[in-house]
């Protein structure tokens, strides 16, 4: 996301709610995430999410699969 965009503001309350629907609890009352569910400022990290992630556009959605070695994410890309 970039704190500057209207798009990426407009879908803050939807991830935040996301995330908070992923958040379960384990026997101890510990709170764990099974599904990684995060942001990062491109903004604050601009090299890191243009030149490693190719990000050209706000907000972008990635996705992947944790049980796949190092980073391997993809972009969502609706119909």
Do not use: M
Request: charged share 25%.
């Amino acid at each position: 996301f970039a704190p500057w965009c209207g798009h990426s503001q407009d879908l803050a309350p939807a991830w935040e709610r996301l995330g908070k629907e992923f958040r379960t609890s384990n026997n101890n009352g510990k709170e764990e995430y099974p599904s990684l569910i995060a942001e990062v400022d491109c903004a604050k990290y601009e090299v890191w999410c243009v030149k490693g992630l190719d990000i050209t556009s706000f907000p972008t959605l990635l996705y992947g699969d944790p049980s796949h070695s190092g980073v391997f994410l993809e972009e969502y890309k609706s119909i």
